[in-house]
């Protein structure tokens, strides 16, 4: 009772500043568990074969300063060879004396050498097994090494993996342009019936004649020139994507092939793609989009493969008049025109996928999933024995 009736006593303002006392400790330290000067945050991770084992190119972030003018996020790549990812992990440590910290690395890149020779869930391993890697980490396969897609200086951002983690933005995922996959999905598609699964497949292009312009409207920070043996600036590109089957990169898929599998999806929304109308080349936005992929097992298995898309003009390659450029409706040889185009989209996409072997569509969790008998049956053949059915609509916004 005489404690309760303390409490009772105590004014509010006290409270307030206990709770606020309390929370300023919480927050403010780190109650001695990690010394900040002493952690290596990684930002990415890049892995390639070495003939020994493995070689992890870890980007680390860098503080640049605290003011607006001299803040932001910069960058250190720091490499090491090892049996296995984690003897790379632990030969950063006792090389820099920085402990490495995976709870903000948010994308990995694989060395292409890397992913067609060797089952790439022997490089992820450490990673899956990692209880602070989030499993939100995108993953990417690059053309060339990974260490030197990572140690590149990009023209765009302060550090390499932050312009890149830009390439697979929700709004160019929407684009149709980019197909993006995790760590945790791309696990779940490998250890899954099908074993197949895709990842972005990321190119570097050298930044030609815009360096000194971009370092003056920067303020002279954040770049190199090309000139005098200094490290050249890089843009990224990923709109194609790397099939796998049982761990291993088995084919690539262009770009068109990239949009028809994000139209299947059902993903798209403002992208845009080219065909022909009225004998000239016209460029259709996708407005609205439908798709799905079924497979019938009844009798000999069959694949159907749908989309649906509304679409508006977006413009012409020629000159067209005044009420042509006011209107937003498709003429009806234009939508002819679209639908064939994307169903050679689709064919194509279907015959790159049969060739490789590749079931990126995941026909055989449907099969597995309806009729363990049929499972059976077919799963040694199913994309070479299905039979494709591509149902494709293409509707004018107006």
């Known amino acids: 009772m005489r404690f309760k009736k303390f409490l009772q006593t105590v004014p509010m303002k006290l409270w307030i500043i206990l709770i606020v006392v309390v929370l300023f400790s919480f927050f403010s330290n780190d109650f001695g568990l990690v010394d900040i000067q002493k952690t290596a945050i990684i930002l990415a991770a890049g892995i390639d074969k070495t003939e020994n084992g493995f070689s992890l190119t ?55 050498d890397a992913a067609r020779e060797v089952d790439v869930i022997s490089h992820l391993n450490y990673f899956l097994r990692n209880d602070y890697m989030p499993d939100s980490c995108l993953l990417a396969v690059c053309e060339g090494k990974a260490e030197e897609l990572i140690s590149s200086t990009s023209a765009i951002d302060d550090a390499s993996s932050l312009a890149i983690e830009k390439l697979f933005s929700e709004a160019a995922v929407k684009s149709g342009k980019v197909l993006t996959n995790t760590l945790k999905d791309f696990a779940i598609d490998y250890y899954g019936v099908s074993k197949c699964s895709f990842l972005p497949y990321v190119r570097m292009k050298e930044q030609e004649g815009g360096q000194n312009d971009s370092q003056t409207a920067a303020g002279g920070g954040g770049g190199t020139s090309s000139g005098g043996g200094e490290e050249k600036q890089q843009i990224y590109i990923a709109e194609e994507t ?97 639908k064939a185009t994307l169903t050679e989209y689709v064919q194509k996409l279907w015959d790159l996928c049969k060739e490789s072997k590749c079931d990126v569509f995941q026909l055989k969790r449907m099969l597995y999933r309806s009729s363990l008998k049929k499972y059976a049956e077919w799963k040694d053949v199913l994309l070479e024995a299905v039979t494709p059915v591509i149902h494709t609509q293409v509707i004018s916004m107006k």
């Open 58 to 112: 870890a980007q680390i972030a860098v503080p640049k300063g605290s003011d607006r003018t001299t803040g932001g996020t910069s960058s250190v790549e720091i490499g090491a060879e090892g049996e296995t990812v984690s003897d790379c992990v632990s030969l950063i440590f006792s090389e820099t004396g920085w402990v490495p910290k995976l709870v903000f690395c948010d994308l990995i890149v694989l060395g292409e």
């Open 242 to 338: 790397a099939l796998f089957r049982e761990g291993k990169m088995v084919g690539l898929l262009p770009r068109e092939q990239t949009l028809a599998l994000s139209l299947l999806e059902g993903n798209v929304f403002t992208g845009t793609f080219n065909t022909e109308g009225d004998g000239s080349p016209v460029t259709l936005t996708v407005m609205k989009n439908e798709g799905g992929i079924s497979l019938d097992s009844a009798h000999a298995p069959k694949a159907e493969l749908s989309l649906s898309v509304t679409v508006r003009l977006c413009c012409r390659g020629v000159t067209a008049p005044v009420e042509d450029i006011a209107s937003d409706s498709v003429s009806e040889d234009i939508l002819q025109s679209a």
